[in-house]
């Protein structure tokens, strides 16, 4: 039977060939996303490298971190796997609203994005991306969990993007509960903690955007009262969110980032403040060995990574100057 100990040997291991920062520093120093590409040559990342175009980057990226949780499940105790599987589950749900939102016009490479769906939706790829429209894409989910609700959704005039959020990490959270006692406490601290400042970046962008959107909260609560955050959703703007949420576990957290939002009026700050605060958080759970957070702060640590080679490849498609592509990256 696998324990913990081999789990946390194992990631060890894994945690070996995370690219390191002095590496990172190199990348952003390159003139072009062929460049970029080629230095990626040199990394772990080489094997899923299929050409040297910011699709052909961003397909890699995503394939090995598919791999990365395959690694996870296989390597987890048994009685972590329902709650890890949970975990990863919201990569599927991310990929979903990747592609409703281009159904409205966004933009990006929605392909590379499938390499997050599940078995059951593998076979639906096809017809997914040629959907024309939000309610073609939900019909084609007909018969699976996800068409269920998010026809549901579709028919009650909800916000298809934060439902699956909601959906989510009520489902997460339901999982995260039920785990061992010896397991229970230090991952519902994780959970709870990013299920809360997820839920004031909602608060936030409500206020921010003027938004109608009926419930932006994911139903869960932590650290962050319930009553609170109702509260702050009836605030007049984000200024007075904040204010509200200054007498709460994470007040520090937003009133440092409030003062740089006076001067540009962009959540990006917000945003910036709560990355930093759950890496370091994520990044203490790594010495945490009696519990699951060896392998969530890994986790962790590998979506930043990800992220931020994406960001440095966005960058330098896009002329974007190092200084503007070090704020988009995560530290």
């Known amino acids: 039977m696998v324990g913990l100990e081999y789990t946390n040997a194992r990631i060890r291991g894994m945690k070996s060939f995370l690219i390191k920062e002095n590496e990172l520093k190199v990348a952003l120093e390159l003139k072009s996303t062929a460049d970029f590409a080629i230095w990626l040559d040199n990394t772990p990342y080489k094997s899923g490298m299929e050409g040297k175009s ?81 309610e073609a894409m939900v019909d084609v989910l007909e018969g699976t969990d996800y068409g269920k609700h998010l026809k549901k959704w579709l028919d009650e005039g909800k916000e298809l993007t934060t439902e699956l959020d909601r959906h989510h990490f009520r489902s997460l959270w339901s999982v995260t509960v039920k785990l061992p006692n010896k397991y229970r406490s230090a991952t519902k601290m994780l959970v709870g903690k990013e299920i809360d400042l997820l839920n004031i970046m909602n608060i936030l962008r409500v206020k921010a955007q003027h938004s109608d959107v009926e419930d932006p909260l994911i139903p869960v609560f932590y650290r962050l009262r319930k009553a609170l955050a109702r509260e702050c959703l009836n605030a007049a703007d984000v200024k007075g969110a904040v204010s509200l949420l200054g007498t709460s576990t994470y007040g520090r957290i937003v009133e ?75 530290s």
């Not at 599987?85 to 409205?104: C, H, M, T, V």
């Not at 009026?265 to 699951?292: C, G, I």
């Open 54 to 134: 910011i699709s052909d980057i961003e397909a890699a990226l995503f394939r090995d971190w598919v791999k990365t949780h395959e690694q996870i499940l296989r390597i987890v105790p048994s009685k972590l796997g329902d709650f890890f599987r949970a975990r990863i589950s919201g990569y599927e749900a991310g990929a979903l609203k990747f592609l409703i939102n281009s159904k409205s016009g966004g933009s990006g490479n929605v392909e590379a994005y499938a390499v997050f769906f599940s078995r059951r939706l593998k076979p639906l790829v096809k017809r997914l991306l040629e959907a024309e429209s939000i």
């Open 256 to 330: 440092e980032a409030a003062q740089k939002y006076d001067q540009t009026k962009s959540l990006f700050h917000f945003e910036q403040a709560v990355r930093k605060y759950l890496m370091q958080m994520y990044r203490r759970a790594l010495y945490d060995v009696f519990t699951p957070g060896v392998a969530l702060g890994y986790m962790k640590l590998k979506e930043a990574e990800i992220t931020n080679l994406k960001s440095i490849a966005f960058g330098l498609e896009n002329g974007i100057p190092k200084s503007g592509i070090e704020e988009m990256m995560i």
